[in-house]
């Protein structure tokens, strides 16, 4: 994201493609090396998982997927964002989202709902095929696609959302770069990616630690669907320098911490927000001239 060589990075730990529980050196797997920006704290596994083909990225979902209250769309689904794009952008009726990494279609639904004229993209083709049969959303406004190969005409969006994608990327820089040569001038970009800064990370790392061994559970998954970064504000920050956007508008939220006893969650939500340590970033961003 900031381009700073990686001689300078740190080294944070080494972590498994498997599920390595709280005792890693009794699993098995391939251990990678997570590393750290130094500069602006991506996080990373250095080398990176190449799959043999797509579909052991994206290919066979897990069953559970396919539940029928997954099918359903709460009206609530996507509504934060959408009313912050509409505020950032100003909105008119009828405007163009893509959505990227659109799964069975629940944002597009929602974006139509709400009046925008709703594009997207999906890698996987049982998430795609499930969101032309099962969701309705018309073959011609979503495609079945790697970003990497994705085209559309320049300037043809008013907001692009991605929305746990970016940490699946190996190049999120020309993501970013891709997403604003196709965004309108006055457009908006949402990002939302998983925190290098999360607090609960830095805790089973510590775990780690006190047992002795020098295991991460940074960019967890490194299995399939691969997590290949984390991101902190200061990674958009160094990045918006060299690509001509600036980020006006972010939000780290605490989110997911079901691995740990019910008591702490509200002291826990409390400190992440405090200190900004949540799992989860997201970024707003705007072209400039
Ligand atoms: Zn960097």
Redesign the pocket.
């Known amino acids: ?4 060589p990686i001689q300078k990075h740190k080294i944070l730990g080494q972590r498994l493609n498997s599920s390595q529980g709280l005792r890693p050196r009794s699993a098995k797997g391939i251990s990678v090396t997570v590393m750290r ?1 130094t ?4 996080i990373y596994s250095n080398p990176q998982p190449v799959p043999y083909e797509i579909n052991d990225h994206y290919g066979i979902p897990p069953e559970s997927y396919w539940v029928p209250e997954y099918f359903n769309v709460d009206p609530n689904y996507f509504s934060i964002q959408i009313a912050k794009a509409k505020k950032l952008l100003p909105f008119r009726e009828g405007m163009n989202a893509l959505d990227i990494g659109a799964g069975i279609g629940k944002s597009m639904i929602s974006l139509e709902r709400e009046g925008f004229t709703a594009f997207g993209a999906e890698p996987s083709k049982p998430f795609y095929d499930r969101a032309i049969g099962k969701m309705n959303i018309a073959p011609e406004r979503l495609k079945n696609c790697m970003l990497e190969d994705l085209e559309y005409e320049p300037e043809s969006f008013d907001f692009i959302t991605f929305s746990a994608v970016m940490e699946h990327l190996y190049d999120p820089d020309a993501a970013i770069k891709k997403a604003l040569n196709w965004l309108r001038p006055e457009g908006v970009i949402h990002i939302e990616v998983p925190s290098s800064d999360f607090f609960l990370s830095r805790v089973f790392n510590f775990y780690f630690r006190l047992r002795g061994t020098t295991y991460v559970t940074n960019i967890s998954p490194m299995h399939s669907p691969f997590h290949m970064h984390e991101f902190t504000l200061k ?1 958009f920050l ?1 990045n918006q320098e060299r690509n001509k956007y600036r980020v006006v508008d972010h939000t780290i939220y605490p989110a997911n911490i079901l691995k740990v006893p019910r008591i702490f969650h509200s002291l826990i939500n409390w400190y992440m927000k405090a200190t900004k340590t949540g799992m989860q970033l997201e970024v707003w961003l705007k072209k400039t001239p």
Do not use: F, T, W
């Open positions: 994201m900031c381009q700073d920006c500069k602006c704290g991506l990674s160094e």
